[in-house]
């Protein structure tokens, strides 16, 4: 495990489309999938990353928590799966069943959706406004596996919760930390190199 930090894409960047299956309905999943949504997560996971771990229940949460509002939310998975078996389709598909998610999760086996939004870690969260513009990348909250602090999602959460009330997201956004993505070897982007984890 390699503590990363996620990218920070500069904000107001239009969200890359993207075509994936979804692992456990089956159905194509693209930007226009959720085109009636005010608001769109797209968030980086994995099913062996203890920092996934650590938050999964409460990202199944947030699933339920802000489906009538309608935020749409896609979980995609990008890690090498035949370095990462535990990342295949059906151990994301089982995830989801354990903890009853209510979104789509989609298998980026080629890793070219987590190049193109300069994902970095799992988990990483990115989230676009109506116009499908980024209002918010950075952390769920400021609790790690080992830091004994709560899981609450209260970064996420607020960036939510502003864009759905037509509100400002906060600029001011500190970043995800998690595993590196697992990359396929010599698939590596450009700005994965260097990349350290920031944490305080």
């Known amino acids: 495990m390699v503590r990363t930090a996620s990218t920070m894409l500069s904000l107001g960047v239009s969200a890359p489309d993207f075509n994936l299956t979804d692992v456990v309905s089956g159905a194509s999943i693209t930007l226009a999938t959720f085109a009636d949504k005010p608001a769109l997560l797209v968030m980086f996971i994995s099913v062996h990353c203890p920092f996934v771990k650590h938050v999964q229940s409460q990202l199944a949460q947030i699933g339920k928590d802000y489906h009538a509002p309608g935020l749409g ?24 069943g354990a903890e009853g998610f209510n979104f789509p999760v989609c298998c980026d086996a080629n890793q070219a959706v987590a190049k193109a939004y300069t994902a970095a870690c799992t988990p990483d969260f990115f989230l676009f406004d109506r116009d499908r513009h980024l209002a918010y990348r950075g952390q769920l909250d400021d609790s790690r596996p080992p830091n004994g602090k709560p899981v609450t999602g209260r970064d996420l959460r607020h960036a939510i919760e502003s ?6 997201v906060d600029a001011n956004q500190r970043p995800s930390i998690g595993c590196n993505i697992k990359w396929i070897p010599g698939n590596e982007p450009e700005y994965f190199t260097g990349i350290r984890a920031e944490d305080s």
């Open 73 to 96: 939310i896609v979980a995609i998975g990008s890690n090498d799966i035949e370095k990462y078996p535990d990342d295949a389709p059906e151990h994301l598909q089982a995830l989801a």
């Open 163 to 168: 864009l759905l009330a037509g509100k400002e």
